[in-house]
């Protein structure tokens, strides 16, 4: 009970920082490896805000998210779109899309490491514990999920219901058709494209409540969302969000039940599972 | 073979008894360097053997280069040097299959994704099985010399060049090209993708693992965080693609000036070398897409040379 509760608590932070990448890769076609810094550069102005402004890290993200929606935007637009424009076909972008955001990656931990040194960084925040179904849980994880519900929530909703919504969505299944029926693709791979940035340094400043972070830990959580992804299926909300919370259960049960130096490798376990027997993902169908 | 064929093994010939005689005319300092340099012109080329034709980016060196020093570690006390490269190699291959047979049949992403991670894991595995025998790290300590390190480093390049110059005349070549430039028509022309690239996959895997075992003893103390570093797979992905991936030679092009740009950087400023690697990946896609190799190709396409 306390392993599957503490995984789901995990899984709701992991599936939002995936739900921003699955927007990036899903929509705007950018395989973002650079995902997991901007993360870290969440979790930092959260730390920063907290610590140097005594700022409540929920109240921080109001500050956050924009910021993030901008640099992502600015990313796009003068970074990723003369990939795209150049691209002759989807594997090349791909590559190439790859490739670029591995630069973006390691210039980001470069310069975030040139300004917030190596060190390892967290702060106290709701560190009390919670009394529930006969356990204890830390009350930031606790925040962090009902958060990180509540943004997921209200993403799926207005990507099912509202007019941009489903213009992104449009664009995910086919960008050739979209155009065809006057949906500005253009306009809405940028608009994915940042707001995935801004969910993920959502999840970002999440997850720095409760995990310790440094500047060169963002890869992990790029590999992380990247494998949720993948068993989710791509493109696929509801996949995204069983995949996290199968994954942090995984994780969780691992740290606990064999060592906790091995929750990259219960990932990779969970990869291979995928890879040999669902390649489309969970919910997903078999592709020609 | 015809009269060009002969041209170039002349002068790679003559290039390698240059290479293979530093120890003889270079002091100690460049002795060092030439080790490291052989071991990414090694790794690089190696790489660019499955990556150039088939545009999957491997990031998998570093496991495979791991599992080489740990071959090497766990064997040197018992069994002769001369088994170890081989023998490294060969688990090498076996790992490389295995990856290859699970990811290689799917689209490219999840390849990279897979092959991303894969170091790190490994690493982990590692750990946690030394944590539970109880062994922290390995000294490797033997008489052999950085001199003989290099030697072995060059000759394993020979052979390097000369199986990728075979793979390009072969049947497996020629098929990895046509799978390059567009799967369908692969798969319509009747070969079989998937068995292709785990075939070529398993050569850099190889060498990368014999790689690892030849360069242990440098080491002199092993541990896993240091054995599987990921930075290597990334240094080896950008010098290779700096070069370019369209000819044998255009690794060396990119090996080169990095490794001297690297150390020149590591020595001036220790903790910009992330950024540096940020930069070079950015120059690559936006100004140098071909790599070097395509710079020269364009330049002597200009310049009314032969095409």
């Known amino acids: 009970m306390f392993i599957l509760i503490t995984g789901l608590l995990l899984g709701g932070t992991y599936a939002l920082i995936a739900l921003g990448l699955n ?20 979790g930092f102005a959260a730390f920063w805000l907290y610590t140097a402004g005594q700022i409540n890290p929920v109240a921080a993200l109001i500050v956050i998210a924009p910021v993030a929606f901008v640099v992502n935007w600015l990313v796009y637009r003068f970074m990723l779109q003369p990939l795209v424009k150049r691209a002759k076909s989807r594997g090349a972008l791909e590559v190439d899309s790859i490739l670029a955001t591995f630069g973006m990656s390691f210039a980001f931990v470069g310069i975030m490491t040139w300004a917030f040194g190596g060190g390892y960084f967290n702060y106290a925040f709701l560190a009390q514990p919670l009394e529930m179904f006969g356990s204890s849980y830390a009350q930031n994880r606790v925040v962090a999920f009902v958060l990180a519900v ?47 940035g801004a969910v993920t340094a959502t999840g970002g400043a999440l997850v720095s409540m409760f995990f310790t972070l440094d500047a060169s830990v963002g890869v992990l959580f790029t590999m992380k969302a990247l494998i949720i992804i993948i068993m989710g299926g791509v493109g696929d909300i509801r996949g995204t969000i069983v995949a996290a919370v199968i994954l942090g259960i995984a994780e969780t049960a691992v740290a606990r039940l064999v060592d906790p130096g091995l929750t990259l490798a219960a990932a990779y376990l969970l990869f291979l599972l995928v890879l040999l027997f669902k390649p489309a993902g969970l919910f997903g169908k078999a592709r020609g | ?53 088939t545009h999957y980016i491997s990031l998998a ?10 071959v090497t570690g766990l064997g040197f006390q018992s069994l002769p040097f001369w088994v170890l490269p081989p023998l490294a190699a060969i688990i090498g291959a076996v790992l490389a299959a295995l990856v290859g047979l699970v990811t290689l049949r799917l689209s490219g992403v999840y390849f990279v994704i897979f092959t991303l991670g894969l170091a790190e894991m490994v690493r982990q595995v590692v750990t946690w099985v030394q944590n539970q025998t109880g062994h922290r ?82 080491y002199i103390y092993i541990e896993p965080a240091t054995a599987f570093a990921p930075l290597l797979s990334f240094q080896v992905v950008i010098m290779a693609l700096l070069g370019g991936t369209g000819r044998l030679w255009g690794p060396i092009a990119g090996v080169i000036p990095f490794s001297l740009l690297w150390e020149a950087i590591t020595r001036q400023a220790p903790n910009q070398t992330l950024l540096l690697l940020g930069i070079a990946f950015l120059v690559i896609v936006y100004l140098l897409p071909g790599g070097f190799v395509g710079l020269w190709d364009r330049f002597r396409r200009r310049f009314g040379g032969r095409s």
């Open chain 1, 150 to 196: 509540v943004i997921g929530g209200a993403l799926w909703l207005w990507l099912t219901y509202s007019r941009v919504g489903l213009n992104l969505r449009a664009v995910a299944v086919n960008p050739a058709s979209a155009s065809l029926v006057g949906v500005d693709v253009r306009r809405a791979s940028a608009l994915a494209f940042a707001l995935g």
């Open chain 2, 61 to 70: 060196t570093a496991a495979f280069f791991g599992i080489g020093t740990f």
């Open chain 2, 137 to 218: 790290g390995m000294y490797v300590l033997t008489s052999i010399t950085e001199r003989e390190i290099y030697w072995m480093l060059v000759g394993l390049g020979a052979l390097v060049f000369l199986a990728g110059w075979l793979i390009g005349r072969s049947r497996l070549g020629f098929a990895l090209r046509i799978i390059g430039n567009d799967e369908t028509v692969a798969k319509h022309a009747g070969i079989d993708t998937a068995l292709a690239k785990v075939a070529l996959f398993m050569v850099p895997g190889a060498v990368a693992a014999a790689t690892g075992a030849i360069l242990a003893p440098r």
């Open chain 1, 23 to 42: 927007l990036q890769y899903g929509v705007a076609r950018i395989m973002n490896l650079a995902n997991g810094e901007m993360l870290v550069a969440g």
């Open chain 2, 1 to 53: 073979m015809s009269g060009t064929d002969w041209r170039n093994l002349a002068i790679s010939a003559a290039l390698l008894g240059l290479a293979a005689l530093l120890p003889v005319y270079g002091s100690p300092y460049w002795l060092t360097m030439g080790t490291t340099m052989a071991m990414f012109v090694v790794l690089a080329t190696s790489w660019a053997l499955f990556s150039g034709p």
